[in-house]
């Protein structure tokens, strides 16, 4: 059964029709290390200390598992770059993620064509005993922290929980929506472990550097589970990009 990945849909776009530019922008490799700044206003966008990975993940709108390339463009441990750039005039968040397409090309000299591969994938379904969420009240869809630890789920589709577990070095691959479920649910996930009390920032770097496995978490919690399959996927391959990004 073949994924169908939503964003191949922008990829196809941001490949088939010209990309906005930003009037100015400035590209650097990061040599100060420190924290990381990601911040998008209304006419401009400021990303330092992020991985070259990130920045195509931004521009054509697709997940990490979906970018082939050398490790110093994927890794989290990779080369770190600072982009500042502003817009001539004010645009949405997707507008301006946008512009990196032609920002990325002309500073990295970026070459990359579409494939897709056979993976392998987790597939996240039902366990024996069934599910415990709840269904969802109708409103907006948002995590939250919970006091006792992790985060509280409102109106949470399947298909998002899954991206979410796909994003987890615990997992280490894609995670597929195969649960049948199609509303949106209530639930409330402490799936590693954290510690209550800690703020929403902490919480989500925890999250994304833990490795702490969340497999049995998820049967106890949530009565759901994830099972080891290969699927086709619609992959970004990175064929060259210069390590230096050519001066400003």
């Not at 869809?141 to 949470?156: H, L, W």
């Amino acid at each position: 059964m073949k994924i169908v990945i939503a964003a191949a849909a922008a990829v196809l776009l941001a490949q088939s029709t010209p990309a906005p530019q930003f009037e100015v922008a400035s590209v650097k490799a990061n040599t100060r290390g420190g924290g990381t700044t990601r911040r998008i206003d209304q006419q401009s966008l400021t990303y330092l200390n992020v991985t070259l990975g990130e920045f195509i993940e931004m521009a054509y709108d697709v997940r990490r598992y979906q970018i082939a390339g050398e490790d110093w463009i994927t890794s989290p441990a990779a080369n770190r770059y600072d982009i500042v750039a502003k817009a001539a005039v004010p645009a949405s968040e997707r507008e301006l993620r946008r512009m990196l397409v032609p920002l990325l090309a002309e500073r990295f000299h970026l070459q990359m064509h579409r494939e897709t591969r056979t993976l392998p994938v987790y597939a996240l379904g039902i366990a024996k005993g069934g599910h415990q969420l709840k269904d969802g009240d109708g409103g907006k869809q948002y995590v939250s922290p919970d006091p006792g630890g992790g985060f509280r789920y409102r109106n949470y589709p399947m298909a998002a929980l899954a991206e979410t577990l796909s994003l987890l070095r615990t997992t280490g691959r894609p995670v597929v929506d195969r649960t049948g479920l199609s509303g949106r649910y209530n639930f409330t996930a402490n799936l590693q472990d954290l510690p209550a009390g800690a703020s929403a920032e902490e919480l989500k770097r925890a999250v994304f550097e833990s490795d702490t496995a969340v497999f049995a978490a998820l049967e106890e919690q949530l009565g759901l589970k994830l099972t080891a399959e290969r699927a086709p996927i619609e992959m970004l391959i990175v064929d060259h990009a210069d390590r230096v990004p050519t001066d400003d």
